[in-house]
Structure formats: C-alpha cells, structure tokens
C-alpha cells in the first residue's frame, strides 16, 4: 500500500518548471492488492489451536474407534487394546442375533423413546405457551416453582415415583418409562418459553382479530415456527430415553429377556457372558451389540443436525 500527493484541481504534470504548487493536497491511498506477512504469533497460535483440538478430538473418538475393532475381533482378542484387530471375525455381526434377542431390545426401547420424546414435547410446549402469552396472577411465581424443581436429583424422587407406579399396578410395564412426560419437563418447558417470547406478537393479535382461539394459535402458528426447539426437544428426550437404563432397571427388571431396553439387554448381556455366572466370555457379542444400539442416536443428529443448531442460536433471545 502507498500514498500519492497530488494538488486539487491541478495535476502535477501540467505545473510549469520551477512553480510552487499551491491548494489543498489530496492524498490517494493506492492498494497494492497483497496481503502483508501474517505475524509469527498468529500462525503459531493458529497451529497449537489447531494441534489441541485434533488431540481433543482424538481422544472422543477413541473409544468408538475401540468399539468398533473390538467388535470385529475373535473371544480371545477382545481386549487386548489393539485398534486394528489380528483376526478379522465379521460373523460377530450375523452371530449377534442368534446370542442375543437384539432385534427386539431395539424395537423396544425405539418405541419407548419415541413416546417419551413426543409426549414430552407436546405437554411442555403447551405449558410454555401459557408462560408465554397468558397474564394472570402469580405467574413469575408458579414460573420460578416450575424452574425450581431442576435443583432436585433424580435420586430424590426416585422412591416417590416408584410408590406411585405401585400403587397404580404399573410395575413391570413399560408405561412408567415414558408416563411422566404426559407432564411436561422443567427445562423443556423454559427452552420453549424464551422461542415463543421470541416470536412477533402481532401475528397472534391477528388471528385473534379473525376470530382464532387459543388452542388454534397455538396449532397453527405457534408450534409451526417453533420447529426447530421442537426438534431440539425430540432429540435431547429420545436420547436420554434411549440410555435410560436406571429407569429399565427398575421398573423391567422382572419381565421376560425379550421385554427389556437396550441398555438393560446389554447389561444382561454382559452378566450372562461372564465367567463368574457361568458364560464362556463372549463379550465380542457384547461389543456388537453396544456398537449397533449406538448407530440409531449418530444418524439421528446427523439428520436433526440443522435444526439442532437453528434452535440453539435463535433460542433465548428475549427473556
């Protein structure tokens, strides 16, 4: 980049020999159009960022890049650590089905998850839409007692939510793994609240003035462009009901093998397999198993991925 001096209203080619140049000077910038020398620091610092997030990155992967060798790998080889296994035993994955009822653990814990998911999602969207646009007395307080419940552990209302699936028989059934979200789920319902305080009033008042009730604004215009926390909630549920061991564990425990989730199948899996209970040490099936029941929750944020990040950067806006 460099600078030229030049008089106004004057070129300096036109001055005659030996004559002062008089008026104001015009200074032109001039870009050479090349970029100056990135600073040494930068590219250092750009370099060591990069090196720290491939380490990091390394290091989540890691265990699913050991998952899968070890589910390719013979009984004998399971856990010698090696991430390119020895001996190559791809017949794990067609012997898996005959060990192990698989097929149907998925299939369970599939509709489980997917009741949880759309329940939770409906019930507290609804309860957000009341927080949102209904005025009415108390409502900052029955709000904050809504927010408070968040600060309990699961362990504290464990006992008192099994006492109440007792006393309604529902034990040994899958209705309590997903009955609770007939309810609504206290952060759920905030994440929707701060969407909908974001969206335009004037299309409420609007339908409201062509003669839409509440459940109709809602239906129609309020859940339509709450989409992506939607999709948020449907993913954030469906996994954490996927995982739900504790809940199978306790509620499941005494049905038949075939009646159980995934992650209470895997865990039966794996005292079966034991040398201690009697099995032989199977475990390769084990590791196909925790690799197949992994793949549903990769391909669905895969797919969810968009309007997981729409929702996380429009969500919150307005408080």
């Given amino acids: 980049m460099s600078s030229i001096v030049r008089p106004a209203g004057r070129t300096a080619a036109a001055a005659p020999a030996g004559a002062q140049l008089t008026g104001p000077v015009v200074t032109t910038t001039v870009r050479s159009g090349r970029r100056g020398p990135r ?47 020895k001996t190559f035993s791809p017949a794990n994955y067609v012997e898996v089905w005959q060990q192990l009822p698989l ?13 949880a998911a759309v329940l939770v999602a409906i019930s507290s969207s609804l309860v957000a839409y009341g927080f949102a646009f209904f005025r009415f007395p108390g409502r900052r307080l029955l709000f904050g007692l809504v927010l408070a419940t968040m600060m309990l552990p699961g362990a504290v209302t464990m006992v008192p939510q099994y006492l109440i699936w007792k006393y309604l028989g529902a034990l040994g059934t ?11 789920s206290a952060f759920y319902i905030f994440l929707q609240r701060q969407f909908f305080l974001g969206l335009p009033r004037e299309l409420f008042e609007a339908a409201r003035v062509d003669g839409a009730g509440y459940l109709t604004q809602f239906t129609r215009i309020a859940l339509p462009l ?44 794996m005292n079966t397999f034991n040398p201690s209970n009697g099995g032989h040490g199977d475990y390769q099936y084990v590791m196909v198993a925790s690799l197949l029941v992994t793949l549903p929750m990769l391909v669905l944020f895969a797919f969810g991925q968009r309007y997981f990040i729409e929702g996380l950067a429009t969500t919150g806006r307005k408080g």
């Fill in 174 to 184: 899958w209705f309590p793994l997903f009955g609770a979200n007939l309810f609504g």
């Fill in 103 to 115: 097929l149907n653990w998925s299939v369970n814990s599939v509709i489980i998850a997917l009741a």
């Fill in 39 to 85: 600073p040494v620091g930068s590219t250092v610092a750009r370099v060591l960022l990069t090196l720290l997030l491939v380490g990091f990155a390394c290091l989540f992967v890691y265990p699913f890049a050991w998952l899968i060798a070890a589910s390719l790998k013979p009984r004998a080889e399971v856990f010698d650590n090696a991430l390119i296994p």
């Fill in 226 to 269: 709450s989409v992506p926390s939607f999709v948020i909630i449907l993913l954030f549920e469906f996994q954490a009901s996927w995982n739900n061991f504790t809940g199978a564990l306790i509620y499941l425990n005494g049905n038949d093998v075939k009646d159980y989730t995934a992650p209470l199948g895997i865990a039966y899996a």
